[in-house]
């Protein structure tokens, strides 16, 4: 009634010499032991990760019904935008945005397509009725602030005046907006790496998420290990560098310039600081999302 495993035994001649005891059961799996019948093994707004997808298959489960994976097309805009494998010349910027946002959203679905163009607000609109064609959603990067140049919210109207988001109190952020269109969503977000990073994750990831029931990743809390600054009256986003310590995590802020992207690459994270604050004390807790 139990098994002893080969390396803790011999063979000579014909007799077994056993060096470990085992109890009774000691390593064996009884059946049902792993899942009963009628067990739940994957519940609604489940992820099927790559563990959850072993354990349907040691199950024998093939096929489960899942959330119709989504479509995506990616508009770059900025007549000083170029593709990543080109050489930096006359003041241009390589197109970090769409693959930045290309893998923060891949787990929902696919990109069909892609594109840059020019701060052209003819060249805008095709590109968004070409996204219509053949997407569920189409992000903008860029072109959704104040300037002369600036073109995604003239460019959605040409395809519909419900623009239900127009400026978010998020900083960075606040150039973020959405329009609807028989099912079909438009999200224009800032061209700053940081802010459409966050715009993206906290405005319509979360929205997805919550939708399908999909179950949050666990929260992570650490303590400010100093003091630090922030203005009062629009939320801020502040990256952060995590350490281990006796009694949980520390939290140090990494200050940076606006349209810096290195910064995603050294936090662990980001909190959100409220409007109301102005700055937060040593030994705060605060809520970490992971990056």
């Known amino acids: 009634d139990s098994v002893v495993m080969i390396e803790q035994t011999s063979k000579i001649g014909e007799e077994i010499f056993i060096y470990h005891p085992v109890k009774s059961r000691e390593n064996m799996i009884t059946e049902g032991e792993d899942f009963a019948k009628g067990s739940i093994i994957a519940s609604k707004g489940a992820l099927l990760t790559s563990a959850k997808i072993g354990v349907l298959a040691s199950a024998g489960i093939s096929r489960v019904k899942i959330f119709k994976p989504m479509t995506f097309s990616l508009i770059s805009t900025g007549d000083e935008i170029i593709p990543i494998t080109q050489e930096l010349i006359d003041c241009k910027i390589r197109d970090t945005n769409s693959h930045l946002l290309q893998a923060l959203y891949a787990p929902l679905g696919a990109t069909i397509s892609k594109i840059i163009i020019k701060d052209d607000l003819n060249d805008l609109i095709k590109a968004i009725g070409e996204g219509l064609a053949t997407s569920d959603i189409i992000i903008i990067s860029g072109g959704s602030s104040v300037g002369y140049r600036d073109y995604t919210e003239k460019a959605i109207l040409h395809y519909t005046d419900d623009i239900f988001i127009k400026g978010i109190a998020l900083k ?117 999302f992971p990056l």
């Open 172 to 288: 960075p952020g606040k150039p973020t907006m959405a329009g609807y269109l028989n099912g079909q969503l438009i999200l224009g977000l800032p061209g700053n790496p940081m802010a459409a990073y966050v715009a993206l994750s906290k405005v319509f990831l979360d929205g997805v998420y919550d939708a399908f029931n999909v179950k949050k990743r666990a929260k992570i809390f650490a303590r400010a290990k100093i003091n630090f600054p922030s203005a009062a009256g629009r939320a801020t986003v502040m990256p952060i560098k995590l350490e281990e310590s006796d009694t949980g995590y520390l939290a140090t802020p990494l200050f940076y310039k606006s349209g810096l992207i290195g910064i995603l690459s050294k936090a662990d994270g980001y909190t959100i600081i409220s409007e109301s604050e102005e700055g937060i004390p040593k030994d705060t807790l605060l809520e970490v």
